[in-house]
């Protein structure tokens, strides 16, 4: 990025998040629109749940089992495939750091990867909370998958998710996805239009 280029679009997400799912198959497209990069940054949820005091959706009397049929039907609108997978909630915690691992050491595999794991999750209902799974879904995007677990290991790893999710918590983020656009908050998918407004004005 030059010097005047304009600020990416940070995007916070949690990879057992389907809203989150949705967002990572629209938003890089969308910020190229405006001449805009992104920056992925995965988060761990339930830091979140736990210091805005709000309950996990599909729990929510009443409430969870309408977000179940959203989920399906935001995925259609907008085009996405998407079925729920059998097992849910989900604690993406290898997920999460490996994606920071490889962050570091290669961007472009780092999305390839971070993109493959919701897939594996979302579309074709594969538990991303086993290190197993994680290792298969890194290694069909060209990852050493003994590189990998040994990596998420590492205290760097491990605190680099950890302060990535204290800070984003600061910021006031309490659900996923989560943008920033110029320092303007958006929370959700279906924030996807407004954030598009306010690339394409320049705010509002």
């Not at 805005?52 to 599909?58: E, I």
Request: glycine residues 8%.
């Amino acid at each position: 990025m030059t010097a005047n280029a304009p600020a990416p679009v940070e995007f916070f997400f949690d990879f057992s998040s389907p809203y989150s799912y949705i967002a990572s198959e629209l938003i890089d497209a969308l910020a190229a629109k405006y001449g805009r990069q992104v920056k992925w940054r995965p988060m761990m949820l339930g830091a979140a749940f736990q210091a805005s005091g709000l309950p996990l959706l599909v729990k929510v009397p009443l409430k969870g089992e309408y977000s179940k049929r959203d989920f399906d039907r935001s995925a259609r609108y907008y085009g996405v495939p998407f079925r729920f997978p059998d097992k849910f909630p989900i604690v993406t915690l290898a997920a999460a750091r490996a994606y920071y691992w490889l962050h570091g050491e290669d961007c472009a595999k780092a999305r390839a990867f971070a993109h493959a794991v919701f897939r594996a999750c979302w579309v074709d209902g594969r538990d991303i909370g086993e290190l197993g799974v994680v290792q298969a879904v890194a290694a069909a995007v060209g990852v050493d998958p003994e590189a990998l677990a040994a990596a998420i290991q590492r205290p760097e790893i491990k605190e680099r998710l950890k302060s990535e999710t204290e800070a984003v918590v600061a910021r006031g983020m309490f659900g996923a996805p989560f943008f920033f656009v110029d320092g303007e908050p958006f929370w959700g998918a279906d924030r996807l239009p407004q954030v598009e407004k306010w690339l394409a004005t320049g705010g509002f």
